[in-house]
């Protein structure tokens, strides 16, 4: 049976968006130690819309410098294969900073859970994590999430970032997807 996808309804619009953006963009500022440097590191490609919105929120005084880091993805899936692959490391060396590491969604935890404990073995300073979408029913693995945008039910969502096989990313808001027999 062949299966089709379209966009479906508006789960968080722009505007929503943008005011979680905001409010999670100063929680983060204010937990940040006077004069302390912050890295925030990406993950490519669908934290790309998040992180430079947040990091665009920030107070223009904080010391912010940013980075990315691409792993492996679902491919045409929408369900974790369980595999992660760094296919971009960071560019400099994060030993003493206090990193940021921001993702667009968590489902199994898998990616983040690696992804932790990969960076943790260069010894930053502090090392947290921010999420837009928490998806905490699928989780597999536990992971701190110290920094989350909204908890969503198990959905496939996409926009602001967010693909549904490379597709749908430059959408504004987040949609759910509709599947039905084509
Ligand atoms: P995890 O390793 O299962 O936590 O999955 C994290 C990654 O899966 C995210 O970075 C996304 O690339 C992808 N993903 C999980 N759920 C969704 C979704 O609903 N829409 C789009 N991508 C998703």
Same mark, same amino acid.
């Given at each position: 049976?062949? $299966?089709?996808?379209? /966009?479906?309804?508006?789960?968080?619009?722009?505007?929503?968006?943008?005011? !979680?953006? &905001?409010?999670?963009?100063?929680?983060?500022?204010?937990?940040?130690?006077?004069? @302390?440097?912050?890295?925030?590191?990406?993950?490519?490609?669908?934290?790309?819309?998040?992180? &430079?919105?947040?990091? #665009?929120?920030?107070? #223009?005084?904080?010391?912010? !410098?940013?980075?990315?880091?691409?792993? =492996?993805?679902?491919?045409?899936?929408?369900?974790? =294969?369980?595999?992660?692959? /760094?296919? #971009?490391?960071?560019? =400099?060396?994060?030993?003493?900073?206090?990193?940021?590491?921001?993702?667009?969604? /968590?489902? &199994?935890?898998?990616?983040?859970?690696? $992804?932790?404990?990969?960076?943790?073995?260069? @010894?930053?300073?502090?090392?947290?994590?921010?999420?837009?979408?928490?998806?905490?029913? @699928? #989780?597999?693995?536990?992971?701190?999430?110290?920094?989350?945008?909204?908890?969503?039910?198990?959905?496939?969502?996409?926009?602001?970032?967010?693909?549904?096989?490379?597709?749908? !990313?430059?959408?504004?808001?987040?949609?759910?997807?509709?599947?039905?027999?084509?």
């Amino acid at each position: 049976m062949t $299966l089709k996808y379209d /966009i479906g309804k508006v789960l968080f619009s722009q505007e929503k968006i943008a005011s !979680r953006v &905001t409010e999670l963009a100063a929680q983060i500022a204010k937990d940040l130690a006077p004069g @302390r440097e912050l890295l925030v590191v990406g993950i490519l490609n669908g934290a790309v819309f998040f992180l &430079t919105d947040l990091v #665009r929120s920030m107070p #223009r005084d904080l010391d912010v !410098r940013i980075d990315f880091m691409s792993v =492996s993805s679902y491919g045409n899936e929408t369900s974790s =294969s369980g595999v992660v692959r /760094i296919l #971009r490391d960071l560019g =400099s060396d994060i030993e003493g900073l206090d990193v940021l590491l921001v993702e667009d969604i /968590i489902d &199994t935890g898998l990616t983040l859970s690696y $992804l932790l404990e990969f960076l943790q073995t260069r @010894r930053p300073a502090s090392l947290k994590t921010c999420v837009l979408l928490d998806k905490n029913v @699928r #989780r597999m693995v536990p992971v701190a999430v110290d920094y989350c945008g909204f908890a969503i039910p198990d959905a496939f969502v996409v926009g602001y970032g967010l693909d549904y096989a490379g597709k749908w !990313r430059h959408l504004p808001d987040i949609h759910d997807v509709e599947i039905s027999k084509a």
